[in-house]
């Protein structure tokens, strides 16, 4: 059946640096792709979208990569902050109501 | 605008016990998700609702049912809670947008069945 799934539980990155977070899923028929940051306590928060005709999308510091040869997708974060750290989440969706998520990556910025 | 508000945000049942779980969402949106989130995973999809009037089961509903009240309101309820219900759940919504299906999620109520 479907999945989506993240490669990586964790992420450790440095303050400044940039991250880069995995995402695999194995539904070809996905067309829509979406991440989510969630903090303790609080309900996940939109990052950045991308459709299946585009490869890369860019937004306020995050850039979401597309690859639908081997299904893969990956956001990658500029610069990274201490406010970055949170569990961030992949999600797709192949109907225009549904969104399936992936298990999430829990990432910690060290100062 | 609050976005999508949820109460409670916390709730402790004992077992066979049944309670609602509100939703209410200001931005006109026409779908509406409710969602557990059990440690260590992702979000499950329980039951969505894509317009008004509409329900439909998604990939966990078992014990679970729910109503939109209107455009607003998408309560969810448990009947018999079971210790296995113990979860964090959220509710979402979304405008209707081919293609796109950005969801805004409300804050979460923690539900534990003793």
């Known amino acids: 059946g479907e999945s989506v799934g993240l490669h990586l539980p964790t992420l450790s990155v440095q303050e400044g640096d940039n991250s880069i977070i995995n995402c695999a899923y194995s539904n070809s028929a996905s067309d829509y792709f979406i991440w989510y940051k969630q903090e303790s306590g609080k309900g996940p928060q939109f990052i950045i979208d991308?459709?299946?005709?585009?490869d890369k999308r860019q937004g306020q510091r995050v850039t979401v990569l597309l690859n639908k040869t081997v299904k893969h997708l990956s956001l990658q974060i500029a610069a990274t902050q201490p406010g970055d750290s949170a569990v961030y989440f992949c999600a797709e969706s192949s109907n225009d109501y549904k969104l399936s998520f992936g298990a999430g990556t829990t990432v910690t910025v060290r100062a | 605008n609050a976005g999508v508000t949820q109460t409670p945000k916390f709730q402790v049942l004992k077992t066979g016990q049944s309670m609602t779980l509100q939703c209410a969402q200001d931005m006109n949106h026409n779908s509406m998700y409710w969602y557990r989130q059990d440690p260590g995973m992702g979000l499950r999809l329980i039951y969505y609702?894509?317009?008004?009037?509409?329900?439909d089961k998604g990939e966990v509903p078992n014990g679970y049912n729910v109503s939109r009240l209107n455009k607003r309101e998408f309560s969810l309820r448990l009947e018999s809670a079971a210790p296995s219900q113990t979860s964090v759940y959220f509710c979402?919504?979304?405008?209707?947008?081919?293609?796109?299906?950005?969801?805004?999620f409300g804050p979460g109520t923690r539900l534990t069945v003793l």
């Open positions: 609702s894509a317009s008004e009037g509409t329900t």
């Open positions: 979402a919504s979304s405008e209707e947008e081919t293609g796109y299906n950005e969801q805004f």
């Open positions: 991308i459709r299946s005709n585009m």
